[in-house]
């Protein structure tokens, strides 16, 4: 693999010269302006750039063609997004070097061998994007497998042939970069936040083993200890974000909030959510069912999974939404204006902006860490999902000590995520925010010892709203503010919900007679703002 591009310098003169490369300009100016001014303001509108949800929600006119100062582009956004902790961007980039795969394919067939099925720019690519698109490319043109099995053929004929081909200081180089590649690429990917759009990664637990089965295997060969930062962090996080997002299947469910008339209210001044730490929630035994899961032993099926400690090692704040529309005893508790979230973008909303300190007293920004996920209500649900968590873990060559230790430490996630049946109907979708003594924030307020206050635009725009909300004329000017600021394709518009849903217009149906998600009859066709 050649080394990246990074090169900048040689922009084509008649750049841009399609809506990739525009929005790809777009992002790096947002990019520039959320480093220059971190504000709330400023994250969320680089946030809106790089979260589509409906699959034709994104233009694709103009000249297809891929130059060096395109994948110099994506390389820096690349970079970039890994300093700043913005996983949102670097899964948009995956995105994008899989469509341009894809549609590079399309070209090749339609010229009938006049256009290349290989794409020469992408020799530059980063490393872990450089192997999506070789994985993605064997997956999309042999049609031969799931994306899991191309991918592992590919790292493991790689391997192989370096091993009989190359000396052995070319083999150990090479395995040391596919394994970082790989291991990123699984990372990476593990904070996709919509089925809709990246289906061939919502992995099977089969195939979420083999995958770890392998990083197990790279680690070992290239003398990486799976207990030692940073792949300890990598390895920990990417683990349970598979496990927790493979939860029903990857439910496809909307995501909901409810609150009060007052809440509403003030909600559009105020710009905040309120979330709550784990010791003030509603619920009198949080955090207690995985502990006691744990002292009936005769369930665990590795003996060095025992005696955890299951004390809370940092500061955790919630904030709960649900995947029940419209549920009259929810709207009674919580209250009866209802904010729809189509995917998982409130990762992002939630996260607060942070600063790292650098060795000249500089600082930079960052985005916090949260984690999602569907709380599950049954405990041999649990117990089987902990099992198989074990079994991940057991596949590296690690110490028992090692194992029981990395157990410990990845089960503060779980002990957050199950709960008593008897909160079932509710079916929360938890955000969790995981707060760091060594790092200063910004817009948040702490001084209430409850709760938490966090800047946010996510009441202000929602993807669609239910029952009798007072701020609904706000939101729509929100709406329509948004379509003439970014949106380049027309959509279907619910005068009711105010959902917008893009794919149903590119669908071409010619008799569309009510909302997708409220049934409202009272739509209408808007246009992208010239």
């Known amino acids: 693999m050649e080394i990246d591009n990074f090169d900048m310098d040689n922009k084509p003169n008649e750049w841009p010269a399609n809506a990739i490369e525009c929005q790809l300009d777009n992002i790096y100016t947002q990019l520039t302006s959320f480093k220059e001014e971190s504000c709330y303001k400023n994250k969320e509108v680089l946030l809106s750039l790089i979260s589509d949800y409906d699959l034709n929600q994104s233009s694709m006119l103009g000249l297809v063609r891929t130059t060096d100062y395109e994948v110099a582009l994506i390389n ?21 070097v ?50 899991t099995e191309n991918l592992v053929e590919v790292v493991e004929e790689f391997i192989e042939f370096s091993k009989e081909n190359d000396p052995e200081n070319i083999f150990e180089k090479n395995i040391e970069m596919i394994t970082k590649s790989y291991i990123s690429l699984l990372n990476d990917i593990s ?3 919509c089925i809709k759009r990246n289906k061939i990664w919502a992995f099977s637990r089969n195939e979420i083993y083999k995958l770890f089965n392998l990083a197990a295997k790279l680690s070992k060969l ?16 990417s683990i349970s974000n598979y496990i927790l997002k493979s939860r ?108 790292r300190y650098k060795k000249d007293d500089t600082k930079s920004p960052a985005f916090s860490q949260v984690i999602a996920f569907d709380v599950i209500y049954d405990r041999e649900e649990a117990k089987k999902e902990i099992k198989f968590l074990c079994d991940v ?61 966090l800047k946010t635009s996510l009441f202000i725009q929602p993807d669609f709203i239910l029952g009798e909300n007072p701020v609904k004329p706000f939101i729509r000017k929100m709406v329509e503010n948004k379509r003439k600021a970014i949106y380049t394709k027309p959509y279907l518009f619910c005068n009711n919900c105010l959902n917008r849903d893009f794919d149903i217009v590119a669908g071409g149906i010619k008799e569309i007679n009510s909302c997708t998600v409220c049934g409202s009859q009272n739509i209408s066709l808007k246009k992208p703002s010239k």
């Open 76 to 96: 820096t956004l690349f970079f970039e997004a890994m300093f700043l902790n913005l996983s949102a961007l670097k899964t948009y980039l995956y995105e994008l």
């Open 222 to 237: 290239n003398g990486d200890s799976p207990v030692v930062s940073p792949l300890k962090g990598v390895l920990m996080t």
């Open 248 to 355: 029903n299947d990857y439910n496809k469910d909307y995501i909901c909030k409810y609150i009060s008339s007052e809440v509403a209210k003030k909600s559009i001044d105020n710009h905040e959510i309120w979330m709550s730490k784990i010791e003030n929630l509603n619920d009198e035994r949080e955090q207690r069912v995985v502990p006691e899961l744990f002292e009936e032993a005769e369930w665990i099926n590795h003996s060095w999974a025992n005696n955890i400690n299951f004390e809370s090692k940092r500061e955790y704040y919630v904030s709960s939404f649900s995947k029940t529309l419209n549920d009259s005893i929810m709207k009674k508790e919580y209250g009866a204006c209802i904010y729809g979230y189509k995917d998982d973008r409130m990762v992002e909303v939630l996260s607060p902006i942070m600063y």
């Open 191 to 193: 904070y996709f936040r």
């Open 98 to 147: 899989g469509h341009k795969t894809r549609m590079q394919k399309m070209a090749s067939l339609v010229s009938e061998g006049d256009i290349s099925l290989e794409i020469e720019e992408f020799k530059g690519l980063f490393h872990s994007l450089k192997l999506y698109h070789i994985t993605y490319q064997q997956f999309n043109v042999e049609k031969n497998g799931s994306y």
């Open 393 to 453: 873990i057991d596949c590296f060559d690690i110490s028992d000590v090692d194992k029981n230790s990395f157990l410990e430490e990845i089960l503060q996630y779980w002990i957050l995520s199950v709960k008593d049946k008897k909160w079932a109907y509710e079916r929360e979708r938890r955000y969790v925010l995981f707060m760091y003594d060594d790092y200063d924030y910004k817009e948040i307020d702490t001084k209430n010892p409850s709760f938490l206050k």
